[in-house]
């Protein structure tokens, strides 16, 4: 199967267009939220309050929910659950740091690539160990899916269970988590695309029902 990563030239080309529509468009999209992330510190309160509360989810549908999380000045994790109330069937802390994304998503365009180089397909793809990491064609590292959820990450799961999008700072699990930081996240609804057994799509799905994906996540096995 060929790899889904684009050459430099491609990814250029990529963040290219991204820029125009930002321009046409006024930089709409979760993305804008992301980049709004000091101004919604507030929103921790309402964050906490829709995790305690019973009930639904604020948007009740079929789409699959994908957070990134991370402390500012620590590595950013990635999250899919079939919907924001229940366990990740997929966890990963990616080989980047939360600065590092931030700039990637001020290209307008961010494309993750996990590659699996295994040898035996006996697993279903979000099972298996151990991944390479691409960010728009660059090679980032190799991370490991975590198999047990931390206490760190429950918590966050946690806050969010009631959030189907939004952005915002989550409070930190105790003091000594600061120093890393501000906990910031970032959840969309992505529409889930099964090539094959060895492939499988995430595409953000943008609030205003317009535009390309900002957001695009891919999943392959390498035969």
Same mark, same amino acid.
């Given at each position: =199967?060929?790899?889904?990563?684009? @050459?430099? &030239?491609?990814?250029?080309?990529?963040?290219?267009? #991204?820029?125009?529509?930002?321009?046409?468009?006024?930089?709409?999209?979760?993305?804008? =939220?992301?980049?709004?992330?000091?101004m919604l510190?507030?929103?921790?309160?309402?964050? $906490?309050?829709l995790g305690?509360?019973? &009930?639904? #989810?604020?948007?009740? +549908?079929?789409?699959?929910?994908?957070?990134?999380?991370? /402390?500012?000045?620590?590595?950013?994790?990635?999250?899919?659950?079939?919907?924001?109330?229940?366990?990740?069937?997929?966890?990963?802390?990616?080989?980047?740091h939360t600065?590092?994304?931030?700039?990637?998503?001020? @290209?307008?365009?961010?494309?993750?690539?996990?590659?699996?180089?295994?040898?035996?397909?006996?697993?279903?793809?979000?099972?298996? /160990?151990?991944? #390479?990491?691409?960010?728009?064609?660059?090679?980032? &590292?190799?991370?490991? !899916? !975590?198999?047990?959820?931390?206490?760190?990450? !429950?918590?966050?799961?946690?806050?969010? !269970?009631?959030?189907? =999008?939004?952005? &915002?700072?989550?409070?930190?699990?105790?003091?000594? +988590?600061? $120093? +890393?930081?501000?906990?910031? /996240?970032?959840?969309?609804?992505?529409?889930?695309?099964?090539?094959?057994? +060895?492939?499988?799509?995430?595409? =953000?799905?943008?609030?205003?029902?317009?535009?390309? $994906?900002?957001?695009?996540?891919?999943?392959?096995?390498?035969?």
């Amino acid at each position: =199967m060929p790899s889904l990563v684009e @050459s430099p &030239g491609m990814v250029s080309l990529l963040r290219h267009a #991204a820029e125009e529509r930002r321009s046409k468009r006024g930089g709409g999209g979760m993305f804008r =939220m992301f980049k709004l992330l000091p101004m919604l510190t507030s929103g921790c309160k309402m964050v $906490a309050l829709l995790g305690s509360r019973p &009930g639904k #989810a604020m948007l009740a +549908d079929k789409a699959i929910a994908v957070t990134l999380f991370g /402390y500012r000045r620590g590595r950013i994790s990635l999250a899919i659950q079939e919907d924001p109330r229940s366990p990740p069937f997929f966890l990963i802390e990616l080989p980047m740091h939360t600065s590092f994304l931030h700039k990637e998503i001020d @290209s307008g365009l961010v494309k993750l690539a996990l590659e699996s180089d295994t040898r035996t397909h006996r697993k279903k793809l979000v099972e298996e /160990y151990v991944w #390479a990491v691409y960010c728009n064609g660059r090679k980032s &590292g190799y991370s490991i !899916r !975590r198999k047990n959820v931390t206490d760190e990450e !429950r918590h966050v799961m946690q806050l969010l !269970r009631g959030v189907s =999008m939004g952005a &915002g700072v989550l409070p930190c699990l105790s003091e000594k +988590d600061t $120093a +890393d930081g501000e906990l910031t /996240y970032m959840r969309g609804r992505f529409e889930r695309v099964v090539g094959s057994k +060895d492939s499988e799509s995430f595409y =953000m799905i943008n609030p205003d029902g317009s535009g390309e $994906a900002e957001l695009s996540i891919f999943l392959v096995r390498l035969k």
